[in-house]
Nanobody, 132 residues
Framework: QLQLEESGGGLVQPGESLTLSCTVS????????IGWFRQAPGKEREGVSC????????YDSESAKGRFTISRNKAKNTVYLQMESLKDEDTAVYYC?????????????????????????WGQGTQVTVSP
């Protein structure tokens, strides 16, 4: 059984940085595509940044480009999302999700509004609040 656990959320001011972690148990990072998603109140869950199973292919959403960086530590079976220059609109619950078949672009963008329906594995989420 695959289990995902996010951590690292918190309250920060605009312009500050934060790094989220997602630790996976039950299968190695080599076996699936993994991504960071977020869901703000009243909005659908959206893909932020996704990483391929070999760690070589990254898909970043427009909101992530230039500010967020996804990375991984295979030894810890953990994926990170380093977020810089945070804005108020980055406030959301951040989730990591895993799929064994989808590509990075499919996982982060292609599934669109059906992401919670089509992606089988999720963590419980971690709250990120950006506020003065």
């Amino acid at each position: 059984q695959l289990q995902l656990e996010e951590s690292g959320g918190g309250l920060v001011q605009p312009g500050e940085s934060l790094t989220l972690s997602c630790t996976v148990s039950g299968a190695s990072l080599d076996h699936y595509t993994i991504g960071w998603f977020r869901q703000a109140p009243g909005k659908e869950r959206e893909g932020v940044s996704c990483l391929s199973n070999d760690g070589n292919n990254v898909y970043d959403s427009e909101s992530a480009k230039g500010r967020f960086t996804i990375s991984r530590n295979k030894a810890k079976n953990t994926v990170y999302l380093q977020m810089e220059s945070l804005k108020d609109e980055d406030t959301a619950v951040y989730y990591c999700g895993v799929d064994f078949l989808l590509s990075t672009e499919q996982l982060c963008h292609g599934v669109g509004s059906r992401v919670t329906e089509l992606v089988p594995y999720w963590g419980q989420g971690t709250q990120v609040t950006v506020s003065p």
